[in-house]
């Protein structure tokens, strides 16, 4: 069997047959060229119009990669004509294996692309001999192709999520799809501002906004704005994974204090080293470690009365009527307003001013799945982290469309990877 045979069942064309097949020693490593010649009495197809037209003339040898075969390199050879035609003019024919100028055939694109999706920009180049630049212009295609191509039917929750990224207090906004059905990434802004939030629901259409049945987000400002605008209809939930990690948050600022101020008067360093102690179940404590727990509680300190708190807080969640849920936040908000501890009362007050979205928990209950957000926001952040190579916003937004966007492939006739 030949290779040419080989290449007629893995990717055959209608108007283009595959030439000579040549080994190039000089190439390092050695590597396969193919040659390409337009069918006998085929016409040139104008990129322009897709119309098929007379030829003018011929460009130089261009030379396009394909998936290696054995570890080679592979290339195929074409000296593109030129049409004459009448609606655009001298332009350069169709070619149906690459997209533009590229000097990857498309195929060998989506076959990088595919690897990207396994391992990082960074590894698929050295694996295959690629340059980082390379491996990204083949990723964009893949999203730029899955993008145009997506499918936005029937989307009812959605997620609103913000990340740090890069230096400096720089953030993304993503929205995904949290229906139980399908969950993926739809949607990624530069900033987390009104304006941003805004872009989306223009993409994202009017009509398919008044169709939303629930809206998950954390409490910042500018999206509660925009929901409450854009997606009126929709039950606007503030989700569990949010809320906990602004509490978590206060106490971790009620700690640093605290130790800040023991130093200051020299006591004791009671706290040092005591994070994971007040994380662990008293029952799983070694005797020793209950010791320090029991010396703690004595010092009635304020970061142990932040975490019984929060801990506290849990039971929240579990309740499964709005109005016994209401009752709950209303004593634990005053218990927390009494407390004299900063940053638990700013939790609190910040609760209490969102009372009524936070009840819209237990009006979604059972028909959002609110671990989602919590799972893609680890997710997008190793994303970005891994991709700390990414100079720049547009890379950062291909890399997490790539990765958690579930975009749609074309169909081929062989699938290289
Ligand atoms: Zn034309």
Known sequence: MQIKTILNRVQKFKSFVYG????????????????LRP?????????????????????PLRRFEFVPLWG?????????????????????????????????????????????????WK?????????????????????????????????????IDEIAWGRGHRYLTLVYQIDAHCKRLLWVGEKRRVKTLLRFFRWFGRERSAALRFVCSDMWKPYLKVIAKKASQAI?????????????????????????ELKAQGEEPVLTHTRWLLLKRPEHLTEKQGGRLAELVRHNLKTVRSYLLKEDFQFFWGYTSPYWAGRFLDQWCTRTMHSQIEPMKRVARMLRGHRQLLLNW???KGRLSSGV?????????????????FRSYHAAEVA??????????????????
């Open 72 to 120: 080679m390199k592979v290339f195929w050879l074409y000296t593109p004509r030129r049409v004459d035609c009448p609606c655009c003019g001298v332009k350069v024919e169709h070619l149906p294996w690459v997209e533009g100028k590229r000097p990857l055939t498309t195929t060998y694109a989506w076959f990088l692309a595919g690897w990207a999706k396994r391992l990082s």
């Open 362 to 364: 237990f009006r979604a």
């Open 236 to 260: 606007h939930v503030l989700d569990r994974f949010h809320i906990m990690a602004h509490l978590s948050k206060a106490i971790d600022e009620v700690r640093a204090q605290e130790v800040r």
């Open 20 to 35: 000579a097949v040549r080994w190039n020693e000089a190439t390092s490593p050695p590597s396969l060229e193919v040659e």
């Open 123 to 159: 590894e698929v180049a050295e694996a295959f001999h690629m340059s980082w630049d390379a491996v990204f212009g083949a990723v964009e295609m893949a999203v730029a192709w899955g993008r145009a191509h997506v499918d936005l039917s029937g989307i009812q929750s959605l997620g």
């Open 400 to 417: 997490l469309y790539h990765t958690l966007g579930a975009l749609p492939e074309p169909q081929f006739t062989h699938r290289f990877f």
């Open 39 to 59: 069918r006998a009495n085929g016409w040139a197809v104008c990129s322009g119009c897709g119309q098929r037209r007379a030829g003018y003339d011929r460009l």
């Open 373 to 389: 957000v919590e799972g893609f926001n680890t997710k997008a952040k190793l994303t970005t982290r891994k991709a700390f190579g």
